[in-house]
């Protein structure tokens, strides 16, 4: 069984930067997993923000950006926002089959 | 306005069925692929399937854990899409969202605000 490995928790100060990362089982991520990023608030649906490793929707913050770094597929927030407190999600893509980390909640503090 | 919305979620007992809607609205449902992702409580989202277009067979593919029980299907003339549930079990109690796929980019960019289902005695 694949498994997706994210950080459980980390934490930032307003105005900092932060990088979150995503680890496959099954060996380095790379370009074919299709690596995407999605924020999600308390009692809110997901939101996407990164696809394709780097690439960012219309409504994606500039301070969200998406890289491989060290085999594994990443998240870097720069100039940390307040309201960028919440659960953050990778997927990658494993042929037909898709499969999410498990999570890691970033805190604002 | 462009939109997915969930419907169907309920209670129901373990070994029982239920069927899940995902109505579209505002974009061409008939050219998009349409998964389905759930969320029990306080934990972390996990992909069930997904089923392509038309032009692309109808494709499904499933989790591992719902392999065989749930079946993804689609009807293009009401912009729905649907998930039906067999052999429930307590493990599959969670709140249900679909997402719309883009199949060139590779992302879900479109979301629902999801349906719970309650799998008790």
């Known amino acids: 069984q694949t498994v997706v490995t994210q950080e459980p928790s980390l934490t930032v100060s307003p105005g900092g930067t932060v990088t979150l990362t995503c680890a496959s089982s099954?060996?380095?991520?790379?370009?074919?997993?299709?690596p995407n990023w999605f924020q999600q608030k308390p009692g809110q649906a997901p939101r996407a923000l990164i696809y394709s490793t780097s690439s960012k929707h219309s409504w994606t913050p500039a301070r969200f950006s998406g890289s491989l770094l060290g085999g594994k597929a990443a998240l870097t927030l720069s100039g940390v926002q307040p309201e960028d407190e919440a659960e953050y999600y990778c997927?990658?893509?494993?042929?037909?089959?898709?499969?999410f980390g498990g999570g890691t909640k970033l805190t604002v503090l | 306005e462009v939109q997915l919305v969930e419907s169907g979620g309920g209670l129901v007992q373990p070994g029982g069925s239920l069927k899940l809607s995902c109505a579209a609205s505002?974009?061409?449902?008939?050219?998009?692929?349409m998964h389905w992702v759930r969320q029990a409580s306080g934990k972390g989202l996990e992909w069930v399937g997904r089923?392509?277009?038309?032009?692309?067979?109808?494709?499904?593919a499933y989790v591992a854990s719902v392999k065989g029980r749930f079946t993804i299907s689609r009807d293009d003339s009401k912009n729905t899409a649907y998930l039906q549930m067999n052999s429930l079990k307590t493990e599959d109690t969670a709140v249900y969202y679909c997402?719309?796929?883009?199949?060139?980019?590779?992302?879900?960019?479109?979301w629902g605000r999801g349906t719970l289902v309650i799998v008790s005695s």
């Open positions: 505002g974009f061409t449902f008939s050219g998009s692929a």
């Open positions: 997402t719309r796929h883009q199949d060139d980019s590779r992302t879900f960019d479109l």
């Open positions: 997927l990658l893509y494993y042929g037909g089959v898709r499969v």
């Open positions: 089923i392509r277009s038309k032009a692309n067979n109808y494709a499904t």
């Open positions: 099954t060996g380095a991520v790379t370009s074919g997993y299709y």
